[in-house]
Nanobody, 124 residues
Framework: QVQLVESGGGLAQAGGSLRLSCAAS?????????MGWFRQAPGKEREFVAV????????YYADSVKGRFTISRDNAKNTVYLQMNDLKPEDTAVYYC????????????????WGQGTQVTVSS
């Protein structure tokens, strides 16, 4: 059974940094999946944060995080990362990683597998 397990969340001050990791297990050919990060704040819908192509050669970010967040992947370790710098209180949310067999996309409904999420809280 495929599992995506996020880690690295926690409490940070505004202007600080956190690095999220998402490890995939039982996901055959991890390198063939585009990997995305999404987030959901209380009372809000899940929103796209970042996505990276299968090879890692292409990335795309939501405007709200562009220039502050960086997505990367290590296919040898079946892991995708989200480096978050210059954090803001509005970044507070549960962050989810997801795997897409078909394409690197911003649409959550098209993803095949999801992690359980990790909480990120940014204090002002």
């Amino acid at each position: 059974q495929v599992q995506l397990v996020e880690s690295g969340g926690g409490l940070a001050q505004a202007g600080g940094s956190l690095r999220l990791s998402c490890a995939a297990s039982e996901l055959t050919f991890f390198s063939r999946y585009a990997m995305g990060w999404f987030r959901q704040a209380p009372g809000k819908e899940r929103e796209f944060v970042a996505v990276i192509s299968t090879s890692g050669g292409s990335e795309y970010y939501a405007d709200s995080v562009k220039g502050r967040f960086t997505i990367s992947r290590d296919n040898a370790k079946n892991t995708v990362y989200l480096q978050m710098n210059d954090l803001k209180p509005e970044d507070t949310a549960v962050y989810y990683c997801a795997a897409n067999r078909v394409r690197a996309t911003t649409f959550a409904n098209s993803y095949d597998y999801w992690g359980q999420g990790t909480q990120v809280t940014v204090s002002s």
